[in-house]
């Protein structure tokens, strides 16, 4: 059975950091891209970061490059999301997802998803 397990998320004040967690089973990790998305009510599911299956290669949409980062590790499954100098407009539920693809960017190119984390950064 095929779990991704987000964890970490909560309430912080703005400046403040949190790392969120994504626990992978059931498929073979190493062959799959892993994605964070997030979204707030109303508008659609964003991708924030991801880094590929095939050569490890990172992308960040521009809101979040120098504060976030996104790492893997194999030996765990586990994928991560540090998230640095949150700020109020990244408040919002967060999701990991994998898909054996390259376009990155793109939620359709996911398989699996988790059921998300909420996380709220306060002023």
């Known amino acids: 059975q095929v779990q991704l397990v987000e964890s970490g998320g909560g309430l912080v004040q703005a400046g403040g950091s949190l790392r969120l967690s994504c626990a992978a089973s059931?498929?073979?990790?190493?062959?799959?891209?892993i994605g964070w998305f997030r979204q707030v009510p109303g508008k659609e599911r964003e991708v924030v970061a991801a880094?590929?299956?095939?050569?490890?290669?990172?992308y960040y949409i521009d809101s979040v490059k120098e504060r976030f980062s996104i790492s893997r590790d194999g030996a765990k499954n586990t994928a991560y999301l540090q998230m640095n100098s949150l700020k109020r407009e990244d408040t919002a539920v967060y999701y990991c997802?994998?898909?054996?693809?390259?376009?990155?960017?793109?939620?359709?190119?996911?398989?699996?998803w988790g059921q998300g984390t909420q996380v709220t950064v306060s002023s």
């Open positions: 880094i590929l299956w095939r050569n490890w290669r990172i």
């Open positions: 059931g498929f073979t990790f190493s062959s799959y891209t």
């Open positions: 997802a994998a898909g054996p693809t390259s376009e990155w960017s793109k939620p359709e190119a996911y398989e699996y």
